[in-house]
């Protein structure tokens, strides 16, 4: 399928949603279908109040609309609930298209955190964009119960896990550093939501490293010099992070799932997190690391579990088998030119009266210009229209026999555009090679050769014997 992805978070934001969308990308894209991503990096952006390294789409709604008018796409997933993605679902709902949607972030919670909205509204909010969607993909069964406890409807909430890159994220040399051991470590985006404070306050032995970036990175620095911020490092980087780190810490309250808890354990190393969304479902009853309230000692008890454990928990998840959950939710939008497709569908059917007749002249024009300029054939025929067509207007016969020659002339060039409008659609679906394919352009080819013996044999028989 050609699968269209429209996203408000993207590079250069390094987060969960991003790092997930990629790695979606990457396995469909593996399993043979065509991604097209929609994001910011298309548009004029603006920064977000109060978090200005995520960028916002200034006014998207025109360019979304003809980006998915053009793209045609077989099936539409909208990642986020931000500018792109209301101006995607209102694409959708205006043409009764289905789509699909994402719960990533606790978007409610984040919020509240930042401008003290209620949850209430972010919620009401939340029910209406997904409310629409076919099928709300969420990362757990947690966020799941927690959402049907909103309003959500039961019934399209489908959990899609997540997965993690064992190749990049496996066991192996630490990252060179020299600080006093044990090592306590912390990865993400460093902001109020994070709940690093839990962490950088606790009372803990060793050294306590954070990896990322955010608008909390300034105070956190002033506040406890003692640690080491890293700012944001390439996987390759955090992969020697995690292996010279002696246990993860993940102080989060209010994260859908973690990917991070799942690159940390890949690499061998175990986790200190609350028993809360996230961690609860991504560590389970592994052993892998250790849930509890009290984090402190959550993070004293992890340095006693073997790195063998975790590395084995995080091989029970896959990103090929996250993308096959994706695709079998995904929902095939039916187009009015395809059996049962309705005529409300289509965005190019919406003109009527003059409007009507000059988009059709429009369009008209159009395709003359590009079979002129992409087929040879049809300027071949075209040059030979010039030189019959003046030809049967001088010759001394009947109006209907002038008529007949012009007739056959013109109904060679009809034929050659309907042939390749054939090739056209043929090619879009597919340049593989196919006998049913093969034999759709066959049929044109046998068209146009039969139109063009009818323009020989007229010719012959009305004009031959005034011209030979």
């Given at each position: 399928?050609?699968?269209?992805?429209?996203?408000?978070?993207?590079?250069?934001?390094?987060?969960?949603?991003?790092?997930?969308?990629?790695?979606?990308?990457?396995?469909?894209?593996?399993?043979?279908?065509?991604?097209?991503?929609?994001?910011?990096?298309?548009?004029t952006?603006?920064?977000?109040?109060?978090?200005?390294?995520?960028?916002?789409?200034?006014?998207?709604?025109?360019?979304?609309r003809?980006?998915?008018?053009?793209?045609?796409?077989?099936?539409?997933?909208?990642?986020?609930?931000?500018?792109?993605?209301?101006?995607?679902?209102?694409?959708?709902?205006?043409?009764?298209?289905?789509?699909?949607?994402?719960?990533?972030?606790?978007?409610?919670?984040?919020?509240?955190?930042?401008?003290?909205?209620?949850?209430?509204?972010?919620?009401?909010?939340l029910?209406?964009?997904h409310?629409?969607?076919?099928?709300?993909?969420?990362?757990?069964?947690?966020?799941?119960?927690?959402?049907?406890?909103?309003?959500?409807?039961?019934?399209?909430?489908?959990?899609?896990?997540?997965?993690?890159?064992?190749?990049?994220?496996?066991?192996?040399?630490?990252?060179?550093?020299?600080?006093?051991?044990?090592?306590?470590?912390?990865?993400?985006?460093?902001?109020?939501?994070k709940?690093?404070?839990?962490?950088?306050?606790?009372?803990?032995?060793?050294?306590?490293?954070?990896?990322?970036?955010?608008?909390?990175?300034?105070?956190?620095?002033?506040?406890?010099?003692?640690?080491?911020?890293?700012?944001?490092?390439?996987?390759?980087?955090?992969a020697?992070?995690?292996?010279?780190?002696?246990?993860?810490?993940?102080?989060s309250?209010?994260?859908?799932?973690?990917?991070?808890?799942?690159?940390?354990?890949?690499?061998?190393?175990?986790?200190?997190?609350?028993?809360?969304?996230?961690?609860?479902?991504v560590?389970?009853?592994?052993?892998?690391?250790?849930?509890?309230?009290?984090?402190?000692?959550?993070?004293?008890?992890?340095?006693?579990?073997?790195?063998?454990?975790?590395?084995?928990?995080?091989?029970?998840?896959?990103?090929?088998?996250?993308?096959?959950?994706?695709?079998?939710?995904?929902?095939?939008?039916?187009?009015?030119?395809?059996?049962?497709?309705?005529?409300?569908?289509?965005?190019?059917?919406g003109?009527?009266?003059?409007?009507?007749?000059?988009?059709?002249?429009?369009?008209?024009?159009?395709?003359?210009?590009?079979?002129?300029?992409?087929?040879?054939?049809?300027?071949?025929?075209?040059?030979?229209?010039?030189?019959?067509?003046?030809?049967?207007?001088?010759?001394?016969?009947e109006?209907?026999?002038?008529?007949?020659?012009?007739?056959?002339?013109?109904?060679?060039?009809?034929?050659e555009?309907?042939?390749?409008?054939?090739?056209?659609?043929?090619?879009?679906?597919?340049?593989e090679?196919?006998?049913?394919?093969?034999?759709?352009k066959?049929?044109?080819?046998?068209?146009?050769?039969?139109?063009?013996?009818?323009?020989?044999?007229?010719?012959?028989?009305?004009?031959?014997?005034?011209?030979?």
């Amino acid at each position: 399928m050609k699968i269209v992805i429209v996203t408000d978070a993207w590079e250069p934001q390094v987060n969960g949603v991003v790092r997930t969308l990629k790695q979606t990308r990457h396995e469909l894209e593996a399993m043979g279908h065509e991604v097209r991503l929609l994001t910011p990096l298309d548009f004029t952006t603006l920064p977000c109040p109060t978090y200005p390294d995520i960028r916002l789409a200034l006014f998207p709604g025109q360019r979304v609309r003809r980006f998915l008018d053009e793209q045609r796409p077989d099936a539409l997933h909208i990642a986020t609930e931000g500018p792109l993605g209301l101006a995607a679902r209102a694409w959708a709902c205006r043409l009764k298209v289905p789509f699909t949607t994402a719960y990533h972030t606790r978007f409610p919670e984040y919020v509240h955190a930042r401008i003290r909205l209620p949850l209430t509204v972010s919620y009401r909010f939340l029910r209406w964009f997904h409310g629409a969607a076919s099928a709300v993909l969420v990362p757990t069964r947690v966020v799941r119960e927690d959402l049907a406890r909103h309003g959500f409807d039961p019934a399209r909430l489908v959990i899609w896990s997540r997965g993690v890159d064992l190749e990049i994220f496996r066991p192996g040399p630490p990252l060179p550093n020299d600080a006093k051991p044990p090592v306590f470590l912390c990865v993400g985006r460093v902001a109020v939501e994070k709940n690093l404070d839990a962490f950088l306050s606790l009372e803990l032995p060793g050294t306590k490293w954070v990896a990322g970036d955010g608008p909390a990175l300034a105070d956190l620095r002033r506040r406890y010099p003692e640690a080491r911020f890293t700012g944001v490092l390439s996987q390759a980087e955090l992969a020697s992070l995690y292996n010279a780190a002696d246990v993860f810490v993940f102080p989060s309250r209010t994260d859908t799932f973690g990917l991070v808890l799942l690159e940390a354990m890949a690499c061998g190393c175990p986790v200190a997190a609350y028993p809360v969304s996230g961690p609860v479902d991504v560590i389970g009853d592994s052993d892998a690391g250790v849930l509890s309230e009290d984090l402190r000692s959550a993070c004293l008890q992890a340095l006693t579990i073997p790195r063998e454990r975790a590395r084995a928990h995080a091989e029970t998840f896959s990103w090929r088998a996250a993308a096959e959950t994706f695709v079998a939710n995904l929902q095939p939008i039916r187009y009015p030119d395809a059996p049962g497709g309705g005529e409300d569908v289509s965005p190019y059917k919406g003109a009527r009266g003059l409007r009507r007749i000059l988009n059709a002249w429009h369009h008209s024009r159009r395709g003359l210009r590009q079979a002129w300029r992409h087929e040879s054939a049809f300027r071949q025929e075209v040059t030979l229209a010039a030189v019959l067509l003046p030809v049967a207007a001088l010759l001394p016969i009947e109006p209907v026999a002038r008529l007949a020659l012009a007739g056959s002339v013109l109904l060679v060039l009809i034929v050659e555009l309907l042939n390749s409008g054939i090739e056209a659609a043929v090619d879009r679906i597919s340049l593989e090679s196919h006998r049913l394919a093969g034999r759709a352009k066959d049929y044109g080819s046998a068209a146009v050769l039969l139109a063009l013996a009818l323009c020989a044999t007229t010719w012959l028989t009305l004009a031959g014997p005034l011209l030979l």
